[in-house]
């Protein structure tokens, strides 16, 4: 099963911004979605950001603002720029692409933002 590789999780302080990246192997193609989930300790993994194959960017409402989705054609990979953190942002994240047929995840990345 291919995997997708995430980076740039770590621990920053409130305020503080991280980028996340994460590279798609080229053999993944007709890709119709890029998202990014997060995990929060003890909770279900949400929805964070979300860039469709035409640029069309979604937003969950508690990112709105402060978060950036974006992806390279050329290098294949899908970021996420993350300003002014919470520590409510703390969680790990996970890559998603969506194809017509198929789902691929990374195995995630952690951030913590202390108080």
């Known amino acids: 099963q291919v995997q997708l590789a995430e980076s740039g999780g770590g621990l920053v302080q409130t305020g503080g911004s991280l980028r996340l990246s994460c590279a798609v192997p080229r053999s993944i193609f007709g890709i119709n979605a890029m998202k990014w989930y997060r995990q929060p300790p003890g909770k279900q993994r949400e929805l964070v950001a979300r860039v469709t194959d035409g640029g069309t960017t979604y937003y969950a409402d508690f990112v709105k603002g402060r978060f950036t989705i974006s992806r390279d054609n050329a290098r294949n990979t899908v970021y996420l720029q993350m300003n002014n953190l919470k520590p409510e942002d703390t969680a790990i994240y996970y890559c998603?692409?969506?194809?017509?047929?198929?789902?691929?995840w990374g195995q995630g990345t952690q951030v913590t933002v202390s108080s």
């Open positions: 998603n692409v969506v194809t017509r047929y198929q789902n691929f």
